[in-house]
């Protein structure tokens, strides 16, 4: 018998499945063959007896997990660190593993932050190397891996498990002496494997198939040479034989009933090889962490549940530290807490969201980072890309406003004479040796949360109108035109073909010539569709009037398009007198600017659409500015592109038969987007008609 090898075992004397908290356990309620799973734990003890001291500890009734002693702690150089579980079923567990560790003279410790910790089952030592494996996601929580590090003079590197199978690191994962390991790649994210890959040479690591992960090949022991496990698979087995080791079979199918195998029901007791190797140095951890707050309408528009959950997407976790909760409507919340990410490069990308949402920085607030540019058109590793929120960076110890602020931008830093300036610029636009913003300290942004002001419309409030309710939102929107044209406001239509086909031309046109619409932002197809309308009374071939096909009528745009070619443009067809009405004909005879940005489909092109994307771009953006209201007529490729280069507070309504548009864009962080959904031709028919009626009330003095 060898010593230094010693465990801890429970008799499955109450062992069975009474609760589901695992994949495993679905199905397997009432289903243990307690006799079979005595058999098996009794084969397992005395395979396991012939190799190393084995001590027992008392199994309690009505605690049917115990059994899995490997969950109940940590022992690392005569210390036991216990276990806080995630169920509430298994954490009475914890007291009676307390006690035993404490009678057998292990001095206790428990985690500084009563993180959510499953001891061995999500914390696994290298054999031989100071390098303790941390598991966490379904159950131990990363804070508990932070402390561990700062317990332990051992390098910590956390890896994150993604399938629900795979619940506990020893699961899928199996560290071996001479720096050998067996794991399952598909549990982990892509990070744990460049960790791992990192670590362990990649001759001295083997991927396990499918059929070794789903019998719990890796949920195995190693012991003087002999490699216990419930299941291998020929592959398994002659890898493992050809790194000298002799593999035993012990089969524990009354056990994977509740998702554990052979590691999970042994605790080690000692781990003499990470000791005597660990050196004076305390080694690093990748795992970092940053105190934040947000304030706010946090509650009552979701802001807070946003946060959390965009922290544990991002595979981080979150210690809330006070959360202060406004006690009216019209009072903001408060949140202060901490995000802890397993490295910083993780930790960076989080706040870069979270930012977005309006978080903040707390303590020790610094400079905005600037990192000079290399080569034009690239930005540095690691840029902070912009928002379309207001931005404030610190910039010398003083907070400037970020101009031309608009989404999917970076940063530049530089001097003027009225001081330190910064602005929004596209990476393609960067010059070698501007400054650009890198990171996320020293940002502030002042996100669509914080204030109740500039509450949208009712109708708007959420996020996609239902169709009975259009006609309110043509009412309240016929009202805010109105304001806008009176207040020499600017609105911008941004509008697909569809509009046309829809019948909704003649609509937008009355829109224009009654001084509605001060851009209009498009593709070639609206202009050639509009024109075709105009000049052949067809749209794609399709008589508007009476709604059918017109033989010949599928060349009909062309004609129009050769037609306005053969004029030289459409302000000289206007002037020729060939093109007399329509939605083009209004914007040139109203003097109202427009761009139709090219595509990749469009026929002709008219010579007046841009086929230079980026010029394209840069026009769109020179139109925008300044806009009040933004509406958007049934195009998704406009509409989004729009979307991206208007700063908030700008209002957009999206009109279009389908929400996606609307979603799309509040996913981009236009949450001030709106959505009618509805077809377009019927809803510029009912809001040119609302705003003549008003117009005639007002020729009319009535008010
Ligand atoms: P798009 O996919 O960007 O937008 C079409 C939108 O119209 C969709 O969101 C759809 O849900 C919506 N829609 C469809 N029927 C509707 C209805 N009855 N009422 C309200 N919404 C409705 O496509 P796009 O704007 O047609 O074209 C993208 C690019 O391709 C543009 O640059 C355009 O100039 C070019 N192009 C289009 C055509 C064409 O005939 N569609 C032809 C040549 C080139």
Same mark, same amino acid.
């Not at 610094?366 to 290399?374: E, G, K, P």
């Not at 006609?471 to 509008?495: N, P, T």
């Not at 729009?642 to 981009?668: E, F």
């Given at each position: 018998?060898?010593?230094?090898?010693? @465990?801890?075992?429970?008799?499955?004397?109450?062992?069975?499945?009474?609760?589901?908290?695992?994949?495993?356990?679905?199905?397997?309620?009432?289903?243990?063959?307690?006799?079979?799973?005595?058999?098996?734990?009794?084969?397992?003890?005395?395979?396991?007896?012939?190799?190393?001291?084995?001590?027992?500890?008392?199994?309690?009734?009505?605690?049917?997990?115990?059994?899995?002693?490997?969950?109940?702690?940590?022992?690392?150089?005569?210390?036991?660190?216990?276990?806080?579980?995630?169920?509430?079923?298994?954490?009475?567990?914890?007291?009676?593993?307390?006690?035993?560790?404490?009678?057998?003279?292990?001095?206790?410790?428990?985690?500084?932050?009563?993180?959510?910790?499953?001891?061995?089952?999500?914390?696994?030592?290298?054999?031989?190397?100071?390098?303790?494996?941390?598991?966490?996601?379904?159950?131990?929580?990363?804070?508990?891996?932070?402390?561990?590090?700062?317990?332990?003079?051992?390098?910590?590197?956390?890896?994150?498990?993604?399938?629900?199978? @795979?619940?506990?690191?020893?699961?899928?994962?199996?560290?071996?002496?001479?720096?050998?390991?067996?794991?399952?790649?598909?549990?982990?994210?892509?990070?744990?494997?460049?960790?791992?890959?990192? %670590? =362990?040479?990649?001759?001295?690591? @083997?991927?396990?198939?499918?059929?070794?992960?789903?019998?719990?090949?890796?949920?195995?022991?190693?012991?003087?040479?002999?490699?216990?496990?419930?299941?291998?698979?020929?592959?398994? &087995?002659?890898?493992?034989?050809?790194?000298? @080791?002799?593999?035993?079979?012990?089969?524990?199918?009354?056990?994977?009933?509740?998702?554990?195998?052979?590691?999970?029901?042994?605790? &080690?007791?000692?781990?003499?090889?990470?000791?005597?190797?660990?050196?004076?140095?305390?080694?690093?951890?990748?795992?970092?962490?940053?105190?934040?707050?947000?304030?706010?309408?946090?509650?009552?528009?979701?802001?807070?549940?946003?946060?959390?959950?965009?922290?544990?997407?991002?595979?981080?976790?979150?210690?809330? %530290?006070?959360?202060?909760?406004?006690?009216? %409507?019209?009072?903001?919340?408060?949140?202060?807490?901490?995000?802890?990410?397993?490295?910083?490069?993780?930790?960076?990308?989080?706040?870069?969201?979270?930012? &977005?949402?309006?978080?903040?920085?707390?303590?020790?607030?610094?400079?905005?980072?600037?990192?000079?540019?290399?080569?034009?058109?690239?930005?540095?590793w690691g840029f902070y890309g912009t928002t379309i929120y207001p931005t404030d960076l610190r910039v010398k110890g003083e907070w400037v406003r970020v101009s031309d602020q608009r989404m999917d931008g970076v940063i530049v830093v530089g001097d003027s004479p009225d001081g330190v300036i910064a602005h929004c610029v596209l990476i393609r636009n960067l010059k070698k040796g501007d400054e650009v913003v890198c990171g996320v300290e020293g940002i502030r942004i002042h996100s669509h949360h914080?204030? &109740?002001?500039?509450?949208?419309? +009712?109708?708007?409030?959420?996020?996609?109108?239902?169709?009975?309710?259009?006609?309110?939102?043509?009412?309240?929107?016929?009202?805010?035109?109105?304001?806008?044209?009176?207040?020499?406001?600017?609105?911008? =239509?941004?509008?697909?073909?569809?509009?046309?086909?829809?019948? #909704?031309?003649? %609509?937008?046109?009355?829109?224009?010539?009654?001084?509605?619409?001060?851009?209009?932002?498009?593709?070639?197809?609206?202009?050639?569709?509009?024109?075709?309308?105009?000049?052949?009374?067809?749209?794609?071939?399709?008589?508007?009037?009476? +709604?059918?096909?017109?033989? #010949?009528?599928?060349?009909?745009?062309?004609?129009?398009?050769?037609?306005?070619?053969?004029?030289?443009?459409?302000?000289?067809?206007?002037?020729?007198?060939?093109?007399?009405?329509?939605?083009?004909?209004?914007?040139?005879?109203?003097?109202?600017?427009?761009?139709?940005?090219?595509?990749?489909?469009?026929?002709?092109?008219?010579?007046?659409?841009?086929?230079?994307?980026?010029?394209?771009?840069?026009?769109?953006?020179q139109l925008i500015k300044g806009a009040n209201l933004i509406l958007m007529l049934a195009s998704t490729l406009h509409s989004i592109g729009v979307g991206n280069m208007t700063p908030a507070g700008v209002r957009l309504i999206a009109v279009d038969i389908n929400p996606s548009v609307g979603l799309k864009l509040a996913d981009r962080g236009s949450a001030e987007c709106s959505s009618i959904v509805t077809d377009v031709g019927l809803f510029l028919r009912l809001l040119a008609d609302r705003?003549?009626?008003?117009?005639?009330?007002?020729?009319?003095?009535?008010?």
């Amino acid at each position: 018998m060898k010593s230094e090898n010693a @465990f801890l075992m429970c008799e499955p004397q109450f062992y069975g499945v009474e609760y589901v908290i695992n994949p495993w356990m679905k199905g397997n309620v009432g289903c243990v063959d307690r006799s079979v799973a005595m058999q098996q734990w009794k084969h397992l003890h005395a395979t396991l007896s012939s190799l190393g001291e084995i001590k027992l500890v008392q199994p309690i009734y009505g605690l049917p997990d115990m059994v899995f002693s490997a969950n109940g702690g940590l022992t690392y150089e005569g210390v036991f660190i216990s276990s806080y579980y995630r169920y509430p079923q298994r954490r009475p567990e914890t007291q009676y593993f307390t006690s035993w560790f404490r009678e057998q003279r292990f001095r206790i410790a428990e985690l500084r932050s009563g993180a959510t910790f499953e001891g061995e089952g999500d914390a696994l030592f290298q054999p031989g190397r100071p390098l303790l494996w941390g598991g966490y996601g379904p159950r131990t929580s990363l804070a508990a891996h932070r402390d561990l590090a700062q317990m332990f003079e051992v390098e910590l590197v956390p890896l994150r498990l993604i399938d629900e199978r @795979f619940y506990h690191l020893d699961t899928c994962f199996c560290p071996l002496p001479e720096d050998r390991l067996l794991y399952y790649p598909q549990a982990f994210d892509h990070e744990s494997l460049d960790a791992i890959h990192s %670590h =362990i040479p990649a001759g001295n690591r @083997f991927e396990v198939s499918d059929a070794d992960a789903l019998n719990f090949a890796c949920n195995a022991m190693d012991l003087d040479g002999r490699f216990i496990t419930n299941f291998a698979t020929e592959a398994l &087995r002659q890898k493992l034989e050809s790194w000298d @080791f002799e593999v035993t079979a012990c089969p524990l199918s009354e056990f994977i009933r509740a998702g554990g195998s052979v590691k999970c029901l042994v605790l &080690r007791l000692s781990h003499p090889l990470v000791a005597a190797a660990a050196t004076a140095a305390r080694p690093a951890t990748s795992i970092c962490e940053r105190e934040v707050m947000a304030e706010g309408h946090l509650l009552d528009r979701g802001v807070a549940s946003q946060i959390l959950d965009c922290v544990k997407e991002a595979g981080c976790d979150f210690e809330i %530290h006070s959360l202060n909760v406004g006690q009216r %409507h019209d009072q903001p919340s408060a949140m202060r807490f901490s995000v802890v990410a397993p490295g910083p490069q993780r930790l960076d990308t989080v706040l870069e969201r979270l930012l &977005r949402i309006g978080v903040r920085l707390t303590e020790g607030e610094s400079d905005a980072r600037v990192t000079r540019v290399q080569s034009d058109g690239v930005a540095p590793w690691g840029f902070y890309g912009t928002t379309i929120y207001p931005t404030d960076l610190r910039v010398k110890g003083e907070w400037v406003r970020v101009s031309d602020q608009r989404m999917d931008g970076v940063i530049v830093v530089g001097d003027s004479p009225d001081g330190v300036i910064a602005h929004c610029v596209l990476i393609r636009n960067l010059k070698k040796g501007d400054e650009v913003v890198c990171g996320v300290e020293g940002i502030r942004i002042h996100s669509h949360h914080e204030t &109740r002001e500039h509450e949208p419309f +009712g109708f708007m409030t959420s996020p996609v109108s239902s169709e009975r309710r259009v006609e309110a939102a043509v009412e309240d929107l016929a009202w805010e035109m109105l304001r806008i044209r009176e207040q020499k406001g600017r609105i911008v =239509i941004v509008a697909g073909p569809v509009v046309i086909h829809t019948g #909704g031309g003649a %609509h937008l046109a009355r829109l224009i010539r009654t001084g509605y619409v001060h851009t209009l932002l498009g593709g070639n197809a609206i202009a050639v569709h509009d024109i075709e309308n105009a000049l052949l009374g067809t749209s794609l071939g399709i008589d508007l009037k009476r +709604g059918s096909a017109i033989h #010949g009528g599928h060349q009909h745009h062309l004609r129009a398009i050769n037609i306005i070619r053969a004029c030289g443009g459409i302000a000289e067809a206007v002037q020729q007198g060939v093109l007399r009405h329509g939605v083009m004909y209004e914007c040139i005879v109203n003097h109202i600017p427009f761009c139709l940005a090219g595509s990749i489909r469009d026929d002709g092109p008219l010579p007046e659409t841009q086929m230079n994307l980026i010029t394209a771009q840069e026009e769109y953006a020179q139109l925008i500015k300044g806009a009040n209201l933004i509406l958007m007529l049934a195009s998704t490729l406009h509409s989004i592109g729009v979307g991206n280069m208007t700063p908030a507070g700008v209002r957009l309504i999206a009109v279009d038969i389908n929400p996606s548009v609307g979603l799309k864009l509040a996913d981009r962080g236009s949450a001030e987007c709106s959505s009618i959904v509805t077809d377009v031709g019927l809803f510029l028919r009912l809001l040119a008609d609302r705003l003549e009626a008003e117009n005639r009330s007002s020729a009319a003095g009535v008010k």
